[in-house]
């Protein structure tokens, strides 16, 4: 069974695999900027 489905992935390449993730995927040119908007609020010590 776990054969069959091996048997249907394909290889893409990199550009089409990102493009194809939700909007919600932190990319990671963009972590900083999302970390830093998500501690924003967050009261430091």
């Given at each position: 069974m776990i054969e069959s489905v091996l048997a249907q992935l394909q290889f893409v390449s990199v550009n089409a695999w990102l493009s194809a993730l939700p909007s919600?995927?932190?990319l990671s040119g963009a972590r900083n900027d999302v970390v830093r908007s998500m501690l924003a609020?967050?009261?430091?010590?």
């Open positions: 919600s995927v932190v609020d967050i009261p430091l010590p």
